[in-house]
């Protein structure tokens, strides 16, 4: 179940002047101050701190039910789907039979709690350290509700760290007779207070009665009833208290409805363009300088290639603002389609910007770019055209006379195309009818860096001849070689179009990868060595060891020494990391692909930016290490010419399952080898990146601050898809219809949209 953190205090309306938690019955200061560091300060509050899970007799299974799971997924493939779930927690509920500690060496000491819920199989707990601790808490005959991670392992079952609460004899009633109970999130804090289960669950109990009639509706009557969802004031009754498992159903449904709904009226609306009555410059889409490209190209656009340009072409013929992401798995060639709709850009006298998130990536765009536009200027010098492209780079390392000289260039509209890093859009830097933005790994930016390069669009137009009159704002089309589940791109990318780039140029091999053991390493060394014979080149990477540069710089430093030496003194090994300049690293990747080295020694800087076709291998150490996401786009900077290409994932020898004494270690090792199993089995970005998704949840996976998306209470955006797509339907629907909301039946949408959103739409109140 997903963690649900704690309610903020505008989920809904409360009252202006709403009495303090600290004066209702059987809260005193202590306790009041308890709830107060989890956000609760008003009765009102208490109302919405909604349960984060149940226990009943039917959702909690007997001992022998669980073993018989654990058991049975244990015989399967330890790599299936139902393996992978069965890293969500259960909750048993059983009586404590006994006690035992047992020590071990000088002070190393245990405490297994044994449980028994005459099912004739027996659990147990077990708790490194704090021998007496535990002892005094648990006596034989507690109820206790247990829940956390269970494993079986040397014939038992076994918890791994849960989470206990004690069942009261009270409750232990209720629970028999089949009633399904409220588990709340408890801090030490408020159990500390004396702020038990129990006692939180009558506070709660008395709360309700009090404050459900004060909570205002938020959905339509339409939608309410089209979806069969129950009332604002029953759902929060039913999410305290459930009648029935149905009931509570329900009730969580309506509220995750709620909560995607309002998320994608906000997307519906930005993608309507309510919020600015911003016009982009019309671009042709006849463009005869990437007509002239198309023809200096060493290779025909594959067909997904030719859809999404001309999606995007579409897109910018019109005065609207493209906001277009352009998706497709790494050496899907999104850079040729991103330059091609830049040239048709310029054919209309404007400007364009290629962002991306690092020097390395800059440059490497810079060069790609470059390379191609000399040719195109050689072309347009021999048919005569007086024109000639003009392609700059602005990035964080350069030096200040260097950088004025850029900046001039790029004020007087010389320089046709920007790239860069973010340096693009410090203050300093001025525009001359900035029409096209392309941001790469749009990711790694947050709407923030969108919104800036936009403000600097509007202002390059300030003394425009042809657009003056009203607010302007460049075409948008942003990249990502991330691949992203569909679920996800609703959200993070809801306000805009999505291109797919679903093919790969034909030349592709598959990428032969192959999950290796350290002391197989002699082996791969010389494969990597009959590779370099056959006049190939390799990579060799290590993972970022700590988090800190110096260090990995120095890991990768003497690894480098140590195989130059050791393992291929006759060879030349070049060294790649992030502590080099950018220059250096510049030099370095320059000369791997001039073919001065055999083999780069790297830390991940190479994830992006190098595109070396003749590097056909590529060995990652401490492959465990890396993240799904990460190993993928590593893997991408081999199988990018016409050879067989190899990924050789290095790990160490031993991985055994057993249960970890550290929190959360069981579950890692199974999480490293799932990522390591999906990397040798499938190549396609999309699947790797739905695994992703669901060994690190969406937070963590898009990196929730960056990403815009807020934290849901009751949806998951990695298992509601359904909801997601429902949600976004109606929104969308509602928005296209009535887009200021102004008809009667969408007032309570209005409302409350209003309240969640109102600093981004003060447009909408004018009615
Ligand atoms: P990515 O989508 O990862 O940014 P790139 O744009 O870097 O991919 O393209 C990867 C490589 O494929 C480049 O060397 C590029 O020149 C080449 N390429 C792009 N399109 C095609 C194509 N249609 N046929 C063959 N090669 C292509
Ligand atoms: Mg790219």
Redesign the pocket.
């Known amino acids: 179940m997903p963690e649900q953190p704690i309610p903020q205090a505008s989920t809904h309306s409360s009252p202006p002047q709403a009495a303090s938690i600290q004066y209702m019955k059987g809260i005193g200061p202590r306790r009041a101050e308890a709830l107060a560091v989890a956000g609760i300060l008003t009765p009102s509050d208490l109302l919405r701190f909604y349960p984060r899970s149940y226990i009943d007799r039917n959702s909690v299974p007997s001992l022998r039910d669980l073993k018989t799971a654990l058991v049975n997924a244990q015989q399967q493939d330890a790599f299936s789907e139902q393996n992978m779930n069965l890293q969500t927690e259960v909750t048993v509920v059983a009586f404590v039979r006994a006690v035992r500690d047992r020590t071990f060496g000088k002070n190393r000491t245990m405490v297994a709690v044994e449980l028994d819920d005459h099912s004739g199989v027996k659990a147990e707990i077990v708790f490194w350290n704090q021998a007496e601790y535990f002892k005094r808490i648990y006596q034989e005959d507690q109820l206790l509700a247990v829940s956390g991670i269970a494993e079986y392992a040397y014939g038992k079952i076994q918890f791994n760290h849960p989470e206990i609460e004690r069942i009261e004899p009270d409750d232990a009633e209720s629970y028999t007779a089949g009633r399904i109970l409220p588990k709340y999130r408890l801090t030490q804090k408020m159990k500390d207070a004396g702020l038990t289960m129990r006692v939180m669950r009558n506070l709660v109990s008395a709360v309700v009665e009090q404050e459900i009639p004060n909570l205002h509706e938020t959905l339509s009557e339409e939608l309410l009833a089209k979806f069969d969802f129950p009332g604002i004031q029953s759902a929060a009754r039913q999410l305290h208290f459930p009648d029935s498992h149905e009931a509570l159903h329900k009730a969580r449904e309506r509220m995750k409805f709620e909560e995607l709904f309002f998320f994608e009226m906000l997307l519906a609306m930005r993608h309507n363009g309510i919020k600015s009555i911003d016009k982009a410059p019309a671009i042709g889409e006849k463009s005869p300088l990437a007509r002239l490209l198309l023809e200096l190209l060493p ?4 067909r997904a ?1 030719k859809r999404v340009l001309r999606e995007a072409l579409d897109d910018m013929r019109s005065t609207k603002p493209m906001n277009r992401l352009l998706q ?10 991103a330059l091609l709709a830049m040239l048709a850009a310029i054919d209309a006298g404007l400007q364009c910007v290629m962002m991306a998130p690092t020097e390395i990536l800059a440059e490497q765009h810079y060069n ?1 770019l470059r390379d191609y536009i000399e040719k195109l200027n050689t072309k347009l010098a021999d048919i005569q055209d007086p024109r000639k492209i003009s392609v700059a780079q602005l990035v964080g390392g350069q030096k200040k006379r260097q950088r004025a000289a850029i900046s001039e260039q790029i004020l007087s509209g010389e320089a046709n195309i920007i790239v860069g890093t973010h340096a693009l859009f410090q203050s300093t830097v001025e525009y001359k009818r900035l029409g096209l933005v392309v941001i ?1 790994e749009q990711h790694r930016f947050g709407v923030l860096q969108r919104a800036e390069l936009k403000k600097k669009a509007t202002a390059s137009f300030a003394n425009d001849a042809e657009l003056t009159a009203e607010e302007i704002s460049p075409h948008i089309m942003v ?1 990502s ?1 991330t691949p992203i589940p569909r679920t996800l791109s609703m959200t993070v990318y809801g306000d805009l179009d999505v291109s797919v ?1 679903d093919e790969l ?3 592709r091999k598959t990428i032969k990868t192959k999950v290796v053991f350290e002391s197989k390493l002699p082996v791969v060394f010389q494969f990597l060595r009959e590779q370099v014979e056959k006049g190939h080149q390799a990579y060799i990477v290590y993972p970022l060891v700590e988090k800190s540069e110096k260090v990995e710089a120095k890991s990768a430093v003497e690894h480098h020494e140590r195989l130059q030496h050791e393992i291929f003194p006759d060879l030349k090994l070049g060294l790649l990391h992030g502590q080099m300049l950018w220059y250096e690293k510049e030099d370095a990747m320059k000369a791997f692909k001039n073919k001065e080295f055999h083999i780069l020694v790297a830390t991940t800087v190479v994830e992006v930016g190098i ?1 070396v ?1 003749n590097a056909t291998v590529m060995l990652i150490e401490n492959a465990d290490r890396f993240g799904l996401a990460q190993l993928h786009q590593l893997r ?1 900077r081999v199988g ?1 010419g016409a050879e067989q290409s190899f990924c050789l994932l290095a790990t160490k020898d031993h991985f055994k399952f057993h249960i970890g004494k550290r929190e959360n270690e069981a579950q890692e090792r199974k999480s490293c080898i799932i990522r390591l199993k999906t990397m040798q089995d499938t190549s396609d970005g999309f699947k790797i990146a739905e695994v992703d998704l669901k060994l690190r949840g969406p937070g963590d996976f898009l990196g929730t601050r960056q990403s815009g998306i807020p934290e849901f209470t009751f949806a998951d955006l990695v298992s509601d898809g359904d909801v997601i797509a429902i949600a976004r339907r109606e929104a969308f629907a509602i928005v296209a219809e009535d887009p200021h909301l102004r008809k009667s039946e969408h007032t309570t949408i209005r409302n409350e949209f209003l309240r969640q959103h109102q600093k981004d739409f003060t447009l909408l109140d004018v009615a």
């Open positions: 290779f025909d656009l594959t290639q497709g798995d790494v050496g899907s060639g999104k850079t040729v389609v790609t790469d990249m070689a780039i140029p034909k030349n595109d076709p991408g990018r």
